[in-house]
């Protein structure tokens, strides 16, 4: 996908919506609000969006037969935020892992199912524990800050899943959202 670099922002060739929500979106993180609020505020920025025609281009919305797929949308060039769009296939999922930042999400299309964890310690070692699973369908969103966001989601539907996520990291450097994977717990596939 080519980029160019508009109003001091990094930007892939984008949808309308998209470009609207990158300028609203920058608007709420600009107040240097808690991580928590902030994510809970540019969430209810993509409620309307989500399911709507327009939001992606084609290409953006395609998947890789492999595993699931990101597509970065907007990287802000001081790094406080990307937006990105991962596309499931059907039983495609994440490792087991936690983010480097704050991050909200919605679904535009299908449904996710996640797990959620945490991790307990005796001091000296460490096991994680399943504490919820939620099943996510188009239209729902999820806000999060770490510490406490260890999770994985999968697309356990017979149909294509699509979700927006918007990081207050920059994700065009880091390529990935991912801080840390951690091992299946025994048992678990
Ligand atoms: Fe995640």
Known sequence: MTSSLVSGAVVARVTPAIDDLVVTAREVIQ???PPELTAHLVGELIVPLLGTPDLLTAEQCEGHPDRYRQHVLHAETDGSFSIVALVWLPGQRTTIHDHVSWCVTGVHQGQESERRYR???DGRTSRLIPTEDVTNPTGA?????PPGDIHR???ACATKAISIHVYGADISRLGTSIRRTYRDPEGEQ
């Open 31 to 33: 107040r240097g609000l």
């Open 119 to 121: 991790l307990m310690t």
């Open 141 to 145: 969103i999820a806000a999060f800050a």
């Open 153 to 155: 989601v999968r697309n």
